[in-house]
């Protein structure tokens, strides 16, 4: 069974510094994604960056890196150039390739970025 | 190009009771799959379907129960609603067969049972 594992429950960034979420990860699948949506106060979750089990190079989108170490079994997302937008809750997830896209979520980090 | 809606944003049932809630997907996608958020947690997957048919599903009781349409919209049924089915329900679209990674979450339905 897929397990996803994230120890933080809140974080405080000031505007403008990077910022580390962690995530690490359990599976017995050979082939699986690696995602981290984000979810503001209206309960909306926001696709932010994937990672396939075999990207050799770390996922990027913008402001949004993907520090994935497959050995350790994490997949950290790093957020630099905080913004007050950035304020939500974060969940890392999961899904294997079976056909099936079913999303594996652990319990997620409240991220507070002040002025 | 509309995103997945779900509908109604707000709901308040009492124990017991049954209720149903609905969701339309992206457009172009054909699978849809439906989960539960309590308070404080991580989403949970319920089930998920495509072709009309239940293909997965996760660690909930026959309370909860599916349907999907035609034109690939679907409905969540819950019934004898206990306290505890008060969360935020999430329906979230994709495409079978794409490797695509990205599933489409809708707004959500908010369901208080008192």
């Known amino acids: 069974a897929q397990k996803i594992t994230q120890t933080q429950p809140g974080m405080f960034v000031q505007e403008k510094e990077a910022v580390t979420l962690d995530c690490t990860y359990d599976t017995s699948d050979q082939s699986y994604g690696l995602f981290w949506y984000k979810q503001p106060s209206s309960g909306e979750m926001i696709f932010l960056i994937y990672?396939?089990?075999?990207?050799?190079q770390n996922a990027t989108e913008g402001r949004y890196s993907l520090n994935f170490q497959k050995a350790r079994k994490s997949a950290n997302l790093v957020i630099s150039a905080s913004q007050l937008g950035d304020s939500a809750m974060y969940f890392c997830a999961m899904r294997d390739f079976t056909g099936f896209q079913k999303l594996v979520f652990g319990t997620g980090t409240r991220l507070l970025v002040s002025p | 190009d509309a995103g997945v809606t779900q509908s109604p944003t707000h709901l308040i049932k009492t124990r017991g009771q049954q209720v149903t809630l609905r969701c339309s997907p992206k457009?172009?996608?054909?699978?849809v799959s439906w989960y539960q958020q309590a308070l404080g947690q991580g989403p949970q997957f319920i089930f998920q379907y495509y072709e009309e048919e239940e293909r997965q599903r996760g660690n909930f009781p026959d309370r909860f129960s599916g349907h999907q349409f035609p034109n690939y919209s679907s409905e969540l049924n819950v019934n004898a609603l206990l306290l505890g089915d008060s969360a935020l329900y999430l329906c979230?679209?994709?495409?079978?067969?794409?490797?695509?990674?990205?599933?489409?979450f809708g707004p959500g339905t908010r369901l208080t049972v008192t």
């Open positions: 457009s172009g996608h054909d699978t």
């Open positions: 990672q396939g089990s075999y990207d050799e």
């Open positions: 979230a679209s994709s495409r079978r067969g794409e490797l695509t990674y990205e599933q489409y």
